[in-house]
């Protein structure tokens, strides 16, 4: 069964330096039955955290994996400036092919309206 | 210490150079990490490497939505061990770097010192936890994190980690115990 306080001291316990040892306030606050228990597990998990010790990698893999790292990092970046140019030229074909749609309706509009206007001449001149 | 690295974050998610602070400030613990999960350095060099990529490759993507990025390089390492624990088919991990340290199961214990023997027996009975068991003891006493950042990590409240970390000691003494009457 888990009991609260049991919980807590555990977990209290293991952030601090020495988590094995426990004052008697902590130790009374316990009920009679699980203070064993709560003893056998402090020192259990002080045993843990000796055979955890931190381990670091060797600084000539660590230097290896950074360059590894930065190598790619470089490769990125110049596959990213190598796409970037493109944005521009696309813009600029884009203005250049409304810019034409708007001369071509342009002229529509001149030739249909001289059209209209010419033969309006046309349809008068007859009736006189 | 977050705000800072939100910040060295942002900064690679703009310039893939600057990746590199976020490596040297990681690369000690994820190392550990992986070196207490696989109980050797060439698999833990391996891997490290590994993380690192996919966190590079993947930091695009990454946000921060209540999840440090540590977290989430950490469950990126979790993954890349959980993986490889599936590719070699779970078998047992003998570290062979402990054999280095501690000689061969055949030689005679007197050869060992006591206080050896007993923590190679440790680390054995830790490493047939299940896995998010060694990731808390691991977090928690080689990585020295905060209950409250052990549950960032591992996606769990504050409370459950405490209760996890309770249950956990229980089944480790009952394995050892295990182990002593086997």
């Known amino acids: 069964m888990e009991h609260k306080d049991v919980l807590e001291i555990l977990a209290a316990h293991a952030d601090q330096p020495n988590s094995g ?3 008697d306030a902590e130790y009374l606050q316990v009920p009679a039955e699980q203070r064993q228990e ?9 045993q843990v955290k000796g055979a955890l010790a931190p381990v670091r990698p060797s600084p000539s893999y660590r230097r290896k994996l950074g360059l590894d790292l930065t190598e790619m990092a470089r490769q990125r970046m110049s596959r990213d400036l190598l796409i970037a140019p493109s944005s521009p030229r696309k813009e600029l074909i884009v203005g250049a092919a409304i810019g034409s749609a708007v001369a071509l309706a342009g002229s529509i509009a001149y030739l249909v309206r001289t059209y209209i206007h010419t033969r309006s001449q046309h349809v008068g001149q007859a009736r006189t | 210490m977050e705000q800072q690295e939100r910040l060295l974050v942002e900064r690679a998610q703009n310039d893939p150079l600057a990746f590199a602070a976020l490596y040297e400030m990681y690369v000690d613990r994820v190392y550990n990490y992986i ?38 390089l950490y469950r990126i390492a979790h993954n890349v061990v959980a993986n490889w624990h599936r590719d070699r088919g779970r ?8 054999l280095v340290a501690y000689g061969k199961d055949d030689e005679k214990p007197e050869d060992l010192t006591q206080a050896r023997e007993e923590q190679r027996v440790l680390l054995d009975a830790i490493r047939r936890l299940p896995a998010e068991r060694q990731q808390l003891l691991i977090l928690k006493f080689s990585e020295g994190l905060t209950n409250a950042r052990i549950a960032q990590i591992m996606g769990r409240t504050e409370g459950a980690i405490k209760s996890l970390y309770h249950r956990t000691l229980l089944a480790l003494r009952e394995e050892l115990q295990k182990n002593k009457i086997g």
């Open chain 1, 38 to 46: 709560l003893l056998l597990l402090l020192q259990l998990a002080e």
């Open chain 1, 21 to 23: 040892a426990i004052s």
């Open chain 2, 35 to 72: 070196y207490q999960r696989t109980g050797n350095h060439s698999d833990a060099e391996d891997l490290t490497e590994r993380t690192f990529l996919k966190a590079f490759m993947h930091l695009e993507h990454y946000m921060f939505r209540g999840v440090p990025f540590s977290a989430w």
């Open chain 2, 91 to 98: 078998h047992r991990v003998v570290s062979l770097d402990a």
